[in-house]
């Protein structure tokens, strides 16, 4: 058996809505034998002062900064070092004048995901709305057409390659989004674990698949393959697993 072990599993906070605990996802670190990224630790409180400073003033500087958190500029700019490193924030060189150059600090896309915006509210208006529409095809067509839009915004960010390739850089692609995934080759097939669901706040009723259905639909369209749930979370499985569906050859007899 050949295995291939592969991906970046972020540590979360224990949560009672569905995600995995800290605990268990160090378990999965050390079968994987992975360390965790640096840039998928969460922030500490004090660099979370500094993200939601930058959230509310763009464009702030060392200065700007050790005036409003009242702290001496090497500790702003400690924080400001470890923000940069993670991928939160960039800075920007000012107009150049006489003297030492001076920054301009601006969050990233990752950084504005990090200082808190949440869409959950809408996202669960709205999933509740489609569950409730009356005529099963419109609900469907919906669904489709979502997951569609979901999977080609991933397809868009996944480099060219073997379905492995894809499958590997879609893992690595969800932890940057703070979910948590793996990848493995079991005897030349590609599993995709998925080890804790990425929608915990509209997966209330365990009876509801749609959501398992639409996270399908969205893995498959990024992959450009269509994928099928082996393993889920929801059967008492430790993880969701996806793996490409097997083409079935038929076999035709001599008479």
């Known amino acids: 058996m050949k295995l291939v072990k592969i991906g970046v599993l972020p540590i ?13 996802l160090r378990k999965v670190f050390a079968i994987m034998d992975l360390a965790p990224s640096n840039n998928q630790i969460p922030t500490r409180p004090v660099d979370q002062l500094v993200l939601d400073l930058l959230r509310r003033h763009e464009g702030l500087t060392v ?3 050790t005036e409003k958190l009242e702290v001496t500029a090497t500790a702003v700019r400690q924080r400001l070092d ?5 991928g939160y924030v960039e800075k920007r060189k000012n107009s150049a004048g006489r003297g030492r150059p001076t920054f301009s600090y601006f969050l990233t896309d990752l950084g504005w995901r990090q200082v808190g915006v949440t869409y959950t509210d809408l996202a669960v208006a709205l ?5 409730l529409l009356e005529e ?7 669904i489709d057409r979502v997951s569609k839009r979901m999977g080609r915004s991933f397809k868009d960010l996944l480099p ?25 080759s079991i005897e030349g097939l590609p599993i995709l674990s998925v080890h804790a669901c990425p ?24 992959i450009g393959q269509p994928l099928e749930l082996s393993c889920c979370r929801l059967d008492g499985h430790g993880t969701c697993q996806f793996k490409p569906i097997q083409k079935q050859t038929t076999q035709t007899s001599n008479p």
């Open 12 to 24: 979360l906070p224990a949560r009672a809505n569905g995600l995995a605990h800290a605990s268990d």
């Open 199 to 222: 929608y915990p706040d509209l997966t209330g009723r365990d009876s509801d698949r749609s959501l398992c259905d639409l996270e399908q639909q969205v893995l498959s369209e990024a």
């Open 136 to 142: 099963a095809h419109t609900r469907t067509k919906l």
């Open 160 to 184: 060219e390659g073997s379905l492995e390739d894809r499958m590997k850089s879609l893992a690595g692609l969800m932890a940057t989004r703070r979910i948590p995934a793996s990848f493995v």
């Open 127 to 131: 999933w509740g709305e489609i569950l």
């Open 63 to 65: 200065v700007d900064l």
């Open 82 to 86: 470890r923000l940069e490193s993670a």
